[in-house]
T-cell receptor, first 116, second 113 residues
Framework: GAGVSQTPSNKVTEKGKYVELRCDPI?????LYWYRQSLGQGPEFLIY????????DSGLPNDRFFAVRPEGSVSTLKIQRTERGDSAVYLC??????????????FGPGTRLTVL | GENVGLHLPTLSVQEGDNSIINCAYS??????FIWYKQESGKGPQFIID?????DKRQGQRVTVLLNKTVKHLSLQIAATQPGDSAVYFC????????????FGIGTKLQVIP
């Protein structure tokens, strides 16, 4: 079956612009996660959705970052007034359930964001 | 070849040799640990996991060892192959509630043919 997909695969924008990054999780997966990965670093947690609601957004660096998942499936990560420091690979992951025993997270290929 | 901790971000091994990648985790409350493999241009891929009530778990060509006393995790890859070349991350989480996963820095494994 299809895995997690993310679009676009690459996004180049100018400082100050607004960007949206899309994640299509595996069908039926309840939990969805966004991570940010800088060059040479491990993925850094941003936000977690359980269904439609953001259960934990403690990883979002500031109020320029926002994410939604209105129908409990596709999620969009939105970044306002982009800064050069936002340049990174943004990874999305989904898992079948959340809570209780660990459920494996399946990662998408990521969106490489470059802010000029 | 053996990589002690994550101070050596790159590990080079000959094809056919065994690889050992080490990781020190930080949170004493973590009770679930995962090793991920990340190839260039791809997202992390689950390799093997281990719960804190175990000290060893084996998969296909891979073994994970957990030492809770010193908060140390290692990944052993037997008969390393060129396809094993990638960056390997250890990650920690806890099974209560949802699973916020904290990743380590990563070790790049280079397999020399």
């Amino acid at each position: 079956g299809a895995g997690v997909s993310q679009t676009p695969s690459n996004k180049v924008t100018e400082k100050g612009k607004y960007v949206e990054l899309r994640c299509d999780p595996i069908s039926g997966h309840t939990a969805l996660y966004w991570y940010r990965q800088s060059l040479g670093q491990g993925p850094e947690f941003l936000i977690y959705f359980q269904g439609t609601g953001a259960a934990d957004d403690s990883g979002l660096p500031n109020d320029r970052f926002f994410a939604v998942r209105p129908e409990g499936s596709v999620s969009t990560l939105k970044i306002q007034r982009t800064e050069r420091g936002d340049s990174a690979v943004y990874l999305c992951a989904s898992s079948p359930l959340a809570g209780g025993l660990y459920n494996e997270q399946f990662f998408g290929p990521g969106t490489r964001l470059t802010v000029l | 070849g053996e990589n002690v901790g994550l101070h050596l971000p790159t590990l080079s091994v000959q094809e056919g040799d065994n690889s050992i990648i080490n990781c020190a985790y930080s949170n004493s409350a973590s009770d679930y640990f995962i090793w991920y493999k990340q190839e260039s241009g791809k997202g992390p891929q689950f390799i093997i996991d281990i719960r804190s009530n175990m000290d060893k778990r084996q998969g296909q060509r891979v073994t994970v060892l957990l030492n809770k006393t010193v908060k140390h995790l290692s990944l052993q890859i037997a008969a390393t192959q060129p396809g094993d070349s990638a960056v390997y991350f250890c990650a920690e989480t806890y099974s209560g509630g949802y699973q916020k996963v904290t990743f380590g820095i990563g070790t790049k494994l280079q397999v020399i043919p």
